[in-house]
């Protein structure tokens, strides 16, 4: 949310519903997605779902794990979405995917422990701060992640657009 507040451009949306195609329809936990007019890939239409594919899919997995990181990662790489993440809350763990040559890859923290996205400059998550519950250090992360001209930049690109 707060990535969203101060990129405009950008659009945040909890468990919506995505038209990926006629036999899937999946609705995410949370979504990332670049407004329409300023470049993104998915669009709202006339019944209120979204259609296409948003740049970036949350799912928190605790029993559906298996399928989240089976199936419904299938589905998203055929679609092109670009970046999949999945919280394993039963694991304690958080898993970035960015969509490299129609495979997922997994991205890797830097060396401060930093999951930094491909797709959205500047959206940065300190991944073991996030599941310890320090949501002090999160959004610290954050901001130093939103500072950088890599985002300035960015923001630059969809205010001209």
Known sequence: GVYRALTRGV???????????EDND???????????KKGGRSSISTDDYIEGSPELVIE???????YDLHDK???????????????RSKDNAIDWFSLQEGAYDLIEPNEQGVLQSKVFPGL???????????????LDV??????????????????ST
């Open 60 to 66: 928190l997995a605790a029993s559906s794990a298996s």
């Open 124 to 138: 940065w998550l300190d991944a073991e701060a996030f599941i310890s519950g320090d949501l002090g250090r999160v």
């Open 142 to 159: 954050l901001r130093e992640g939103m500072n950088t001209p890599e985002h300035q930049t960015f923001v630059k690109t969809l205010s």
């Open 73 to 87: 990662k299938h589905v998203y790489r055929r679609h092109g979405i670009q970046e999949y993440i999945v919280w």
């Open 26 to 36: 999946p609705q995410p936990d949370a979504l990332l997605r670049i407004e329409t």
């Open 11 to 21: 659009l945040s949306y909890d468990n919506a519903t995505v038209r990926l195609d």
